[in-house]
């Protein structure tokens, strides 16, 4: 049981480059989701799904997109990196009924 | 619009001192809070969960406590240790909603 899964753990763009980070959760959760983590400013949410077929929108979605592949599988795709998007990612799925949210080991991207 | 609120942004301990997290929160209708322990370089893992009715829970040496009235949540850590030093975030969750809401956390270093 690997709990959640991400690849990469490193990654370095270049301004204009493209890249996808893939998430993977073993648990059976209906939700996933995508955060990054820039300091100072805690974890704000980027994209979710609340179940297989949906994604919606989070508070800083732009310069993003996601697609859920199955239920295991929710990736996050940036089609022209920007400095900006320099920052930690992380994945998480959900269990019900107490909410709980079960984090990846985070993906670290730098935009040059 | 939910908020939660952490507070102090950072503190420095000696190891076996006792110290206590403060959160506060405005998220309506509330469904449960969450504290999360974050170690340096990792993703955040659940320590402890506080529904309506509870006011107090313990997990080994970190005690919650809960006043839903003023919606006010703590965390107390008992005579901590090295292993302590980390980031503490607190998250609420809304009845029905997919999306909790984080505060920015804590960070706690604790010195020999």
């Known amino acids: 049981n690997a709990g959640v899964t991400q690849t990469p753990k490193f990654q370095v763009l270049k301004t204009g480059q493209s890249m996808t980070l893939q998430c993977a959760q073993d648990?059976?959760?209906?939700?996933m989701y995508w955060y990054r983590q820039d300091p100072g400013m805690g974890l704000r949410l980027i994209y979710y799904?609340?179940?297989?077929?949906?994604?919606d929108k989070g508070e800083v979605p732009n310069g993003y997109n996601v697609s859920r592949l199955n239920k295991r599988e929710f990736s996050l795709r940036l089609e022209s990196a920007a400095p900006s998007q320099t920052s930690v990612y992380f994945c998480?799925?959900?269990?019900?009924?107490?909410?709980?949210?079960?984090f990846g080991p985070g993906t670290r991207l730098t935009v040059l | 619009k939910n908020q939660v609120e952490q507070s102090p942004q950072s503190l420095i301990i000696l190891e076996g001192k006792n110290c206590t997290l403060q959160?506060?929160?405005?998220?309506?209708?509330?469904?449960?809070l969450r504290w999360y322990k974050q170690d340096t370089g990792r993703g955040p893992v659940s320590l402890t969960i506080?529904?309506?009715?509870?006011n107090t829970k313990s997990n080994g040496r970190y005690t919650a406590t809960l006043d839903a009235d003023t919606k006010q949540s703590s965390l107390h850590i008992t005579a901590s240790q090295l292993s302590d030093s980390a980031s503490y975030i607190c998250?609420?969750?809304?009845?029905?909603?997919?999306?909790?809401?984080f505060g920015r956390g804590t960070s706690l270093i604790v010195h020999p």
């Open positions: 998480a799925s959900r269990a019900v009924p107490h909410n709980e949210q079960f």
């Open positions: 648990m059976n959760h209906n939700s």
């Open positions: 799904s609340a179940s297989e077929g949906t994604t």
């Open positions: 959160c506060n929160y405005t998220v309506s209708p509330f469904s449960n």
């Open positions: 506080m529904t309506f009715s509870e």
């Open positions: 998250v609420v969750s809304e009845g029905g909603s997919y999306i909790p809401t």
